[in-house]
């Protein structure tokens, strides 16, 4: 890299390359110029030499004097031309071919980046997506095992509920049926009650006044 | 609320003072019936016991209603516990001083409930059976129960003597659900 080129100063270094290529155009131009103007002294210098219109050339009208000096004039044109059009188009091109050049490297570039990108992507996505189908399996498992365990816990609490409804519909059925024994009791007793005391007569009570008197134990030594 | 500790105090002291004046009798009889009095008379129980009425005004009308009517020992043990505001505690006494007088006594009050009223003859016969049980003279208490259907039941202190058919039906149904109970 030249000290033109620094890049701590491209605006300065462009500068100075357009500098240099205009001196070296003036240059180039000069050349042409100067040799275009030689030929035009030549030929105005030959002008009317019998040498300049040979015997061969007579019947095409052909002056060599004239023909030299329209070589310079055109020598001297094809400079200015060289300078001031073919060689900016030329630098145009160039430039522009440069440029469309860089700008095909930039995209073959980016097409390589995206293509690297794009590979690094899918790797990553699928080990994402192979991370995601690990994951789904695993909760799933966990989903299945939860699953059977809530349905073991379930069956087992039904059995429990189940047990301890047997349970008490055995103790209420004992519950009852002791009730319906007692009422059966009552009522019997009841009736018994009833029908002793419309049968039992005073006589009858005295007689059990006097049982119970004669049946009364006297504690021995009284 | 009566204090039974309270109520035998003041039986004890009553006791004592009846029995060297020799008063048992009247004295038992006078608290007898100041607590049947207060038993059976609303009005005069709500005068005796209010916190309204002042210990001079109940003073001045129990002396008016009793002072001619009971004992002085009576007498006195009533100013006794308006002054000292234990009138709630008279019925307590009455019953202590009972008690007392059974022990003293070597009596003890039966009470036999029957379904029907009892002939004087059965009376008689239950009262000498139940005094050669007790080995004690015996006060008697007659009472009739019709729920009893027939028979006689006897209770003294702690001791029933159920000789009744309500009693026996009892305990053989008692009997019979045991062993249903049992047998479920």
Known sequence: ?222 | MTDHRVAKRYAEALFNVAQRNDVVKNVDADLLAIANQLKNDPSFRSFLYSPKVSREDKTRILEKLFSDRVTIATMYLLRLLLAKRRESEIEAIQEEFEALRRGYAKAVLVTYTSAQELPDAQRKKLVDKTTKVTGRSVEALFEVDPSLIGGVKIEYEDVMLDGTVRGNLDKLRGRLQYDLFKNA
């Open chain 1, 1 to 222: 890299m030249s000290h033109l080129d620094h890049p701590k100063t491209p605006v300065r270094a462009s500068r100075r390359r357009h500098l240099i290529r205009g001196a070296a155009n003036v240059g180039v131009l000069g050349r042409y110029i100067v040799a275009g103007f030689v030929l035009i002294g030549v030929g105005v210098a030959c002008k009317g030499q019998a040498w300049t219109q040979p015997e061969l050339l007579k019947p095409m009208g052909l002056d060599l004097a004239i023909t030299i000096t329209n070589m310079g004039i055109f020598l001297a044109f094809a400079g200015v031309i060289n300078v001031f059009y073919y060689t900016p188009f030329k630098e145009s091109m160039d430039a522009r071919n440069h440029e469309l050049e860089a700008t095909f490297t930039e995209a073959e570039n980016l097409k390589k980046e995206m293509a690297e990108l794009r590979t690094s992507y899918e790797a990553r996505l699928a080990a994402t997506e192979a991370e995601a189908r690990e994951q789904i399996q695993a909760q799933i498992r966990e989903a299945q095992h939860l699953r059977q365990t809530l349905m073991a816990e379930a069956a087992a609490r039904a059995d429990d509920l189940l047990r301890k409804a047997e349970l008490e519909t055995e103790a209420e059925k004992q519950r009852v049926m002791g009730e319906l024994r007692s009422h059966v009791v009552d009522l019997t007793f009841n009736a018994t009650e009833r029908l002793i005391g419309e049968k039992l007569d005073s006589a009858t009570n005295r007689r059990l006044v006097e049982q119970f008197i004669d049946n009364m134990a006297v504690p021995s030594g009284s």
